[in-house]
Each structure stands twice: as structure tokens, then as C-alpha cells.
């Protein structure tokens, strides 16, 4: 019975590590990869892609010839998915997932987006599969960048840049996209529920140019829910200004920093101190 029982522990530890190694790479790959998830309006976008490096050889005009369509990285084509309709360079780009190539040059570069999303480098690579084309305009960097990079900047709700760097060469993309009217019809409904979202609806009202007489209308029924908020008397004073209120603006604001000094909330007492500096 020891014996069966022994060799019974020694099959499972074999099969343990076996499936341990199946589930670990052999080696790391000599180009890391990487996925961004990036906020978007309402949405999300996905980038996913490898970063090789320069590792001291010439890359644009050398092993990136000009005027072929390159994989935008390497191993598998570079994919960007999106879950909303978003504008590129100012074409709409429906919801989806698509492979990014590119074709540098070296006065400017042609950005792919592809509707074949998965798929190995740019081997087989289709034009007719193309959802749309456009060009940029390349910049040069001082410093080298030693590992493809690819990242998201000057990111608001509605815009950002999808920037590529590699050697010397940086490039980017603008994107925009178009929530507002997804955020008003969402406002809408929910104020018609059993949890209105007076306070957001307030902020949002205020931040994008909506009707004040209303932010201020829902920023005094938030104020309900807890009367010794200094953050509601804060956007309280905030909307008060912009309507042009600026003795009620003071006078909320006031409130606001007695109710955070008391609270030895001093994040929210010197929020209220800088509308206080602005009237």
C-alpha cells in the first residue's frame, strides 16, 4: 500500500510540473509585450502590441525599409479595439477591433487601420481589407528611444494622442470622440429613477456649458443629503460664479471652508479658499 500510495504522489508531482512548465514561456521573448487599456468618453480602447528594440542598428530606411507596410512593432500585428465610434485624423472609425499598420516614410507616414485584426506581422496583409488610410507627419527626437514605444497623452473625456516612438522618430495620431449626447440621454434617465444623481449631473453641467439654473437646482438637492458637505458648497459656489452670483458665490464659499476647517478637512478648505481668491 505505501508503494501504490507512494507512487501515486510521485505520477501527480510529475504531472504538477509538467503542467507548470506548459503554462510558463521557455524563455522571455526578445520582444516584451505589452497591452494599454485606455479610458475613452464613456468607453474603453484597447492597444496591444510588441516592443522591440534598436539594439545599435539603423531602424527607419534600414530594418523598417521606407514605403512597406510594417506590423507596427513586431511579432503579431499591432491591434487597436474600440467600443465606441471614435474619430482618427477626423474619420469615424466604427466600434471594433483592427490590426495597425503603418508605411514609413521619411517625410511622413501612412497609418493603416485594417479590418483583419489577427494576424502574423504584415505577411498577409490585404489593402481591399483596409478601413481607412491617412498620413502624419513624422517629428525627430534628440534622445533615442531604445524600445518601440507606444502610449496615450493629452488625455481628456472627449480628445487624446496616440503617440509611436522608436529610434529617432516620433509620430501622432489625434483622436476624438463624441459623448455628450450619450451622457445627456444617460442624465435624463437616470434622473427619472429611484437614485438621481443630483451631484455628478451638477458637475457635468457646470464643467460643459449646460443650463446653470439647473446644475444649481440639482447641486441644492445633492446639498440635502448631507448639509455639512464642504464639497457641495464648493461646486455650490463654483456654479453660483459662473452665473455671475459672485455675493452668493462668496458667501457658499465661506460656508464651505468653515465646514471643511471644522472637519480638519484641509483638501476642501483651501479648494474653497481658491474660489474665495477668484471672486
Known amino acids: ?44 480602447v484597447t492597444l496591444t502590441y510588441f516592443r522591440p528594440n534598436v539594439k545599435g542598428r539603423k531602424i527607419f530606411g534600414g530594418l523598417t525599409p521606407y514605403g512597406e507596410v510594417w506590423r507596427t512593432g513586431a511579432n503579431n500585428a499591432t491591434t487597436i479595439a474600440f467600443t465606441d465610434e471614435v474619430s482618427i485624423a477626423g474619420n469615424k472609425v466604427p466600434p471594433g477591433k483592427y490590426a495597425l499598420f503603418t508605411i514609413p516614410e521619411k517625410d511622413r507616414w501612412t497609418i493603416i487601420l485594417n479590418k483583419t485584426s489577427d ?8 489593402k481591399d481589407d483596409d478601413l481607412l488610410r491617412f498620413t502624419v507627419k513624422p517629428m525627430m527626437t ?25 529610434e529617432n522618430v516620433a509620430i501622432s495620431i489625434p483622436m476624438t470622440i463624441d459623448y455628450d449626447a450619450k ?24 464643467s460643459n456649458g449646460k443650463d446653470l439654473d439647473k446644475a444649481l437646482e ?15 458648497k464648493l461646486w455650490k459656489a463654483k456654479i453660483q460664479l459662473k452665473m455671475g452670483n459672485k455675493k452668493a458665490a462668496r458667501e457658499t464659499a465661506m460656508q464651505g471652508k468653515e465646514l471643511a476647517k471644522a472637519a480638519n478637512n484641509e483638501e476642501y478648505e483651501r479648494l474653497n479658499q481658491q474660489v474665495l481668491d477668484s471672486i
Open 183 to 206: 451622457v445627456m440621454a444617460n442624465i435624463d434617465k437616470a434622473m427619472m429613477g429611484d437614485k438621481k444623481p443630483y451631484f455628478a449631473a451638477a458637475q457635468y453641467y457646470y
Open 142 to 166: 534628440k534622445n533615442l528611444t531604445e524600445t518601440f514605444t507606444m502610449q496615450f497623452s493629452n488625455v481628456t473625456p472627449g480628445s487624446m494622442n496616440l503617440n509611436l516612438m522608436w
Open 1 to 44: 500500500m505505501k508503494k501504490i500510495l507512494s507512487s501515486i504522489i510521485a505520477l501527480l508531482a510529475i504531472l504538477t510540473s509538467t503542467n507548470c512548465l506548459k503554462a510558463q514561456a521557455l524563455m522571455p521573448m526578445p520582444s516584451t509585450g505589452q497591452t494599454i487599456i485606455q479610458d475613452f468618453g464613456l468607453g474603453k
Open 119 to 126: 494576424q502574423w506581422g504584415a505577411y498577409d496583409y490585404k
Open 218 to 232: 440639482w447641486i441644492n438637492e445633492a446639498e440635502k443629503t448631507d448639509m455639512k458637505a464642504p464639497w457641495f
